[in-house]
Nanobody, 125 residues
Framework: QVQLVESGGGLVQAGGSLRLSCAAS????????MGWFRQAPGKDHEFVAT????????YYADSAKGRFTISRDNAKNTVYLQMNTLKPEDTAVYYC??????????????????WGQGTQVTVSS
């Protein structure tokens, strides 16, 4: 199975930027749609962005649109989340996920079957 490892989280001031990376190991990474989700303390798991296996289709949550950009480099088996103009409300553990059994992007965490362990993003006021 595909394994995912996130990196790039940290502590930043409001208005700053971070670039998260999700490195995949295993086979057929290029065949999987990928997504980013986040979970803040005391809140539900929240969709952030998703990208098709070829990178030609992307979709963003309203909270991320215009500030975040999801991309992937299949040659490096890596998906990225560029986060600009960060706000304190973006503070959360960020997870990358893969759909390994079905094709197509999705906004629902229930439709992803493989998850990384998360990377902490903290945005101070």
């Amino acid at each position: 199975q595909v394994q995912l490892v996130e990196s790039g989280g940290g502590l930043v001031q409001a208005g700053g930027s971070l670039r998260l990376s999700c490195a995949a190991s295993g086979r057929i990474f290029s065949s999987h749609a990928m997504g980013w989700f986040r979970q803040a303390p005391g809140k539900d798991h929240e969709f952030v962005a998703t990208i098709s296996w070829s990178g030609d289709i992307t979709y963003y949550a309203d909270s991320a649109k215009g500030r975040f950009t999801i991309s992937r480099d299949n040659a490096k088996n890596t998906v990225y989340l560029q986060m600009n103009t960060l706000k304190p409300e973006d503070t959360a553990v960020y997870y990358c996920a893969a759909r390994t059994k079905e094709y197509g992007i999705s906004r629902s965490g229930h439709e992803y079957d493989t998850w990384g362990q998360g990377t902490q993003v903290t945005v101070s006021s």
